[in-house]
C-alpha cells in the first residue's frame, strides 16, 4: 500500500508541466510551438534562455521532491525507485496535460543527482561537454542515461537501482526515438539553430 501511494504522489508531482505552466504565464502555447515538447530544451527554444532555465530547474526539483518526501517517510530501496520511476513516468506522460509531456531527461539527472551524485557529476559533465562540441541536446541527453544506467550495472548499486537504470535508459530511447531518426538522418537540429536551416 506505501508504494501505491508513493507512485501516485511522485506521479503527480512529475507531472507538474512546469514549460506549460511558464508558457501559459507568457502567453505562450508551448505545445503548438518549436518541437511541441514540453519540456526543458522546448522551453528554451521558445521561451528564451532566462525562462527555459527556470524550466528545467522545476523539473528536476519536483522530482528531488518526491524523492526528499520518499526518502524521510520511508527510504527503502523499492520506495525510493517508485517515487523516481513515477515521477519520470509522470513527467513524460502528465495527467494534465492529455497525457504529453517532456523526454524525462531533467527529472532523471536529479534524481541521478540526488541518489548517485558521484556518479552522476562526471557522467553530466560529460554530457555537457558533447552538446558544447557537438550542438546536439539530444545526444549529450542519451548519453547521460546510457552512461548512468551502465554506470549502475557495473557498480554496487541495490538491484532496484539496477533496474531502475536500464528503465529509464528505454524510457528515453523511446522517447528520443525521432532524435535518433533525425540523428541517423543528418537532419536533427542543433542547440541554437533556427527552424528551417
Do not use: C, Q
Not at 41 to 62: Q, S
Not at 74 to 89: E, H, I, K, R
Amino acid at each position: 500500500m506505501h508504494l501505491i501511494i508513493i507512485a501516485m504522489y511522485s506521479y503527480l508531482l512529475g507531472a507538474i508541466p512546469s514549460a506549460y505552466l511558464i508558457g501559459k504565464i507568457k502567453g505562450k502555447d508551448i505545445t503548438s510551438e518549436g518541437s511541441g515538447n514540453i519540456g526543458g530544451t522546448n522551453a528554451y527554444r521558445v521561451l528564451g534562455a532566462r525562462l527555459g532555465i527556470l524550466v528545467a530547474a522545476m523539473d528536476v526539483g519536483k522530482v528531488l521532491l518526491a524523492l526528499i518526501v520518499t526518502k524521510i517517510w520511508l527510504g527503502t530501496d523499492p520506495a525510493v525507485f517508485a517515487a523516481a520511476l513515477a515521477a519520470v513516468t509522470g513527467h513524460n506522460w502528465s495527467v494534465y496535460v492529455g497525457f504529453r509531456g517532456g523526454k524525462g531527461i531533467a527529472v532523471s539527472i536529479g534524481t541521478y543527482l540526488y541518489l548517485f551524485p558521484t556518479l552522476a557529476l562526471p557522467a553530466l559533465l560529460v554530457a555537457l561537454f558533447n552538446v558544447l562540441v557537438t550542438k546536439y541536446v539530444s545526444l549529450g541527453s542519451l548519453n547521460f542515461i546510457a552512461a548512468m544506467a551502465l554506470l549502475l550495472l557495473v557498480t554496487e548499486s541495490s538491484p532496484w537501482f539496477k533496474v531502475l537504470g536500464v528503465l529509464l535508459l528505454v524510457i528515453g530511447l523511446y522517447r528520443h526515438r525521432t532524435n535518433i531518426r533525425a540523428l541517423r538522418s543528418g537532419v536533427e537540429r542543433r542547440f541554437g539553430e533556427k527552424r528551417g536551416k
